[in-house]
């Protein structure tokens, strides 16, 4: 009982966020903004994270969330919102969810506005588990993406029993993808997967114009990274569309 | 509440009639079940939604294997959903031909009014379904269609 209370009373670092546009290259619209961690001077996710004690951790991912959303709020979303979850928040805390939610009633976001990044290393290993849990909230509304996509050696196998409303390509496969046939085979066979299941496939990482033709010929529409926009402190940062060649 | 999404094949060629029975029989079942969806019919192949609560649409896709009129069932999605994408249509309904699916302009009329796609948001049932117009899911392909 007593650890607990501790837990919840420990300081936090101070947190705020970063947010960075996930784009629509065909309509030129913005689909989402990732909510990323950053210190209040703008320093770097790890050096807060890093400051956070193992077992208050799924207790910080949660607040930070809730954060996320109010901050988003206050700047004026109106599209979705890409929140990081860690897996095992959900598996120890049964409010990891439940206090997102909470938090998006608050601040009239609606909850389909709301989407739920995972990474697949985090989840290859109870993946029948992580699905009955976050289907009861899929039935609510939430949308759920899986992150650095083909990073792991689970890849499409993932897609067997649980189909997330988007994938985030691993940045490993988009770099350099112009001019590396395997690479492009395996981002050619993901994409195929997804079309056929309804999932979007959104890359992540993109820095060069090369990176981007290539996935944009194989059509691939959605996209983050700072070809398009740096992570905006506190702010929706500007977007620039790189032109075909 | 639930969706399940499937494609299946027809086993002998179904003739207007024979669609339209199917149909006003389904759609009765269908609003004692609390069974919403559609149904889209193109050169033999079926593509369907059913959407209500887990034990109804399960129960369904049970009977429909039973069902000799089609074969090669293929589930391709059974998920939660939070709403239901055709919450107006006991079994919306549409034949297409391979080429009105093939062309941009044919799905859009589906989401003409009047049409049980009208409103449909930009989830699963919808991407799919323009997933099934652009040829996969299909078992059978129309001659022309073949690479
Ligand atoms: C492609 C296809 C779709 C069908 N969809 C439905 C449906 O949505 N609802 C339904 O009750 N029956 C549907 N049926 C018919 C069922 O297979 C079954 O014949 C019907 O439910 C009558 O069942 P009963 O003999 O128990 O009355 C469909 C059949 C086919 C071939």
Redesign the interface.
């Known amino acids: 009982m007593s650890l607990g209370m501790e837990l919840h009373n420990a300081p936090d670092p101070n947190f705020t966020f970063a947010f960075q546009p996930i784009v629509d290259t065909e309509s030129r619209e913005v689909l989402s903004y990732e909510a990323l961690i950053r210190g209040s001077g703008n320093q770097p996710a790890y050096q807060i994270l890093e400051q956070v004690p193992a077992e208050r951790m799924h207790l910080f991912d949660e607040k930070a969330r809730m954060e996320a959303i109010g901050l988003a709020m206050r700047l004026g979303i109106g599209c979705d919102l890409n929140l990081n979850l860690l897996p095992s928040s959900l598996y120890s805390s049964p409010t990891a969810i439940l206090s997102t939610m909470e938090a998006a009633n608050r601040y009239h976001l609606p909850?389909?506005r709301i989407v739920l990044e995972v990474t697949e290393g985090e989840i290859i290993a109870d993946m029948t588990h992580f699905a009955s849990l976050i289907?009861?909230y899929?039935?609510?509304?939430l949308k759920v993406a899986i992150d650095d996509f083909g990073a792991g050696y689970s890849g499409l196998n993932l897609l067997v029993n649980f189909?997330p409303?988007q994938i985030k390509l691993d940045m490993f496969l988009v770099r350099g993808i112009e001019a590396h046939g395997p690479r492009q085979a395996i981002v050619r066979a993901i994409d195929q997967a997804c079309?056929?299941?309804?999932i979007?496939v959104i890359a992540e990482g993109v820095e060069t114009i090369a990176e981007y033709e290539w996935l944009a010929n194989q059509g691939v529409r959605l996209f983050q990274g700072y070809l398009f926009a740096k992570p905006g402190f506190e702010s929706f940062p500007p977007i620039h569309y790189p032109e075909c060649s | 509440m639930i969706h399940l999404i499937y494609a299946s094949v027809e086993t002998q060629a179904f003739s207007s009639a024979q669609l339209t029975e199917l149909l006003q029989k389904a759609r009765v079942k269908n609003e004692d079940l609390h069974i919403t969806g559609m149904l889209l019919y193109s050169d033999g192949n079926f593509f369907q939604v059913l959407e209500g609560e887990p034990d109804s649409v399960d129960g369904m896709y049970k009977k429909l294997h039973l069902d000799k009129r089609h074969q090669q069932l293929t589930m391709i999605v059974r998920e939660p959903i939070a709403k239901r994408y055709f919450a107006d249509w006991s079994m919306g309904f549409s034949s297409v031909t391979p080429e009105e699916l093939r062309q941009v302009d044919g799905l859009n009329d589906f989401f003409r009014d009047g049409s049980c796609f009208v409103g449909l948001d930009n989830g699963r049932a919808k991407k799919l379904l323009a997933t099934f117009a652009e040829g996969r899911w299909r078992a059978r392909l129309a001659s022309t269609e073949r690479p």
């Not at chain 1, 899929?138 to 509304?141: D, Q």
Request: negative net charge; glycine residues 20%.
């Open positions: 909850i389909t289907n009861e899929r039935g609510l509304g189909q409303d079309r056929d299941l309804g979007d």
